[in-house]
Every structure is written in structure tokens, then in C-alpha cells.
């Protein structure tokens, strides 16, 4: 062999493997860029889903539902009261692993949130006759929500985490 042929076949076999590394480069990197946006994709599925049951949580625990879910005739104000209290707990202690997926303002919001109403409702009840109704302290409080805008702070809070929530959308 001469050395132009030496040359002409050392210069192809350079490009096919300089092909080759490029090929296999820019898959993997396609591969890479594919995985990341799976992920992420999971990420924010994970995320929206713990606002949405955030945003259910708030509903849940909004007084005026409280009171139309838990309402039963016939017990004093008391064991309404205890009745109410649970159900908020119950509610946010089931749900307090979102806390994780969500931002720290938004989880504040809502602890922020089941405070108030429980601070409420508490407050409330002490001010009641010793032999009140729980249809009594219902009323007091939802007296108490129609005059003060504390008490829609749980629409607040739901708009909070909507905003969020459509941030992660984007």
C-alpha cells in the first residue's frame, strides 16, 4: 500500500468513529434530556396532587363546613365543641405528609388556617352559659364568621394554594 491509500484509509476510519462517538453522544444526551423531563413531570404530578388535597384539607375545615358536616341536634355545647375541634384535627393530621410537596408559605397557611378555626371555636364556646347547646355555639359561630373577615380566611388560603398550584403548571 501506498501512503496516499494508508492516509485516505486512516482519515475515513477517523470520521466513521468521530460518526460514531457523535451518534452515540447526542443519544445519550436525548435519553438524559427524556429521563429529566419524565421526572420532572412525575415531580410536578406529585406537587399538583398535594395542593389539590390541600385545597380539599381547606374546604374540609372551613368553619361553615365544619359546622353543616359535624352538626347533630341535641348535644350541648361541649361535646359540640369537642366534636368540632376533632374533626378539624382529624382532617389536617390526615392530610400532613402533603406538607412535603408543597412550599413552606403554603403549609404555613394552612396550619395557620386549622390554628385559627380551633382558637375560634375554642374562644367561643367559653364564652357560652355552662348549659348551652351545641346548636348554640353553632350559631354563635356563624354569627361570628358573617361579621368578622377572619373568618373567611380559609378562602384565602384556598387561593394561596391554587396560585401555587398553577405556578407549577406554567
Known amino acids: 500500500m501506498d501512503t496516499n491509500s494508508i492516509i485516505f484509509t486512516i482519515a475515513i476510519t477517523a470520521l466513521v468513529t468521530a460518526a460514531i462517538v457523535y451518534i452515540i453522544t447526542t443519544r445519550v444526551k436525548v435519553v438524559n434530556d427524556d429521563t429529566f423531563t419524565k421526572n420532572m413531570s412525575a415531580t410536578n404530578t406529585i406537587q399538583l396532587q398535594a395542593y389539590e388535597r390541600l385545597i380539599i ?13 359535624i352538626n347533630q341536634p341535641g348535644l350541648p ?10 374533626s378539624i384535627r382529624s382532617e389536617f393530621e390526615y392530610n400532613i405528609t402533603q406538607q412535603i410537596y408543597v412550599s413552606a408559605e403554603a403549609w404555613n ?8 378555626n ?33 373568618g373567611s380566611l380559609h378562602e384565602v388560603v ?11 403548571m406554567e
Not at 355545647?77 to 376533632?86: C, F, I, P, V, Y
Not at 397557611?109 to 385559627?116: D, F, G, P, R, S
Not at 364556646?125 to 361579621?147: C, I, Q, R, T, Y
Open 77 to 86: 355545647a361541649r361535646e359540640m365543641q369537642l366534636l368540632l375541634t376533632q
Open 118 to 150: 380551633l382558637l375560634i371555636i375554642n374562644q367561643l364556646a367559653n364564652v357560652l352559659p355552662p348549659h348551652a347547646s351545641g346548636l348554640d355555639l353553632n350559631k354563635l359561630l356563624l354569627e361570628f364568621l358573617m361579621n368578622d373577615k377572619k
Open 57 to 69: 384539607l381547606v374546604d374540609r375545615i372551613a368553619l361553615p363546613n365544619v359546622i353543616t358536616r
Open 109 to 116: 397557611a394552612v396550619c395557620n388556617l386549622k390554628e385559627q
Open 158 to 168: 384556598s387561593e394561596v394554594l391554587s396560585y401555587e398550584a398553577k405556578k407549577i
